[in-house]
């Protein structure tokens, strides 16, 4: 299956979420063993792909990276994997484009109440580490934040 321009940055997007999925050393199948790779190419198969692009669901998709870029995405059946690669079962498992929210108000809340009163480390890491869970991996505050507080956390993260 040939990538247009739109679907290769959508699936792009993609790879940090199946990087995410991925396990940490070798390659793992469904039933827990591991499978090493003889190479940086790892083929996935068994997720449901939403491309992100206004193109249909992709069911049972497969797909292989190479060198951490998606080089071919498709149905089951449309990419068959390298000679050598690592396999990842990812089957009842959904990959999206991550996400950025762009009205962020980190830090504000801790629960039940919400205010400036909230706004500190602890609070605004805890919802970075919230937004992260749900695959935001960005996020634009509308001027809410206090102090530098913000940017030291956002250069300890680089």
Known sequence: ???????LIAVILVSLLAAACSPESGDESKNGKKQQA?????????????????????EDATFIVS????????????VTP??????????????????????AQP???????YGPKNY???SVI????????YGIVGVLTGGTDDGDL?????????
């Open 120 to 122: 500190g480390r602890e």
């Open 150 to 158: 913000a940017m030291q956390i956002r250069d300890e993260q680089r």
């Open 67 to 78: 060198n951490g870029k998606f080089t071919a995405v498709g149905k089951k059946g449309e």
């Open 38 to 58: 003889t190479s940086d190419v790892t083929f996935y198969f068994g997720a449901r792909v939403i491309p992100g692009d206004g193109s249909p669901v992709i």
């Open 126 to 133: 805890a919802d970075l580490d919230r937004y992260a869970y």
């Open 82 to 103: 390298p000679k050598g690669s690592g396999r990842i079962d990812l089957t009842g498992r959904t990959l999206t484009p991550v996400f950025f929210n762009l009205q």
């Open 107 to 113: 830090g504000l809340s801790n629960g039940p109440s």
């Open 1 to 7: 299956m040939k990538l247009d321009t739109k679907s």
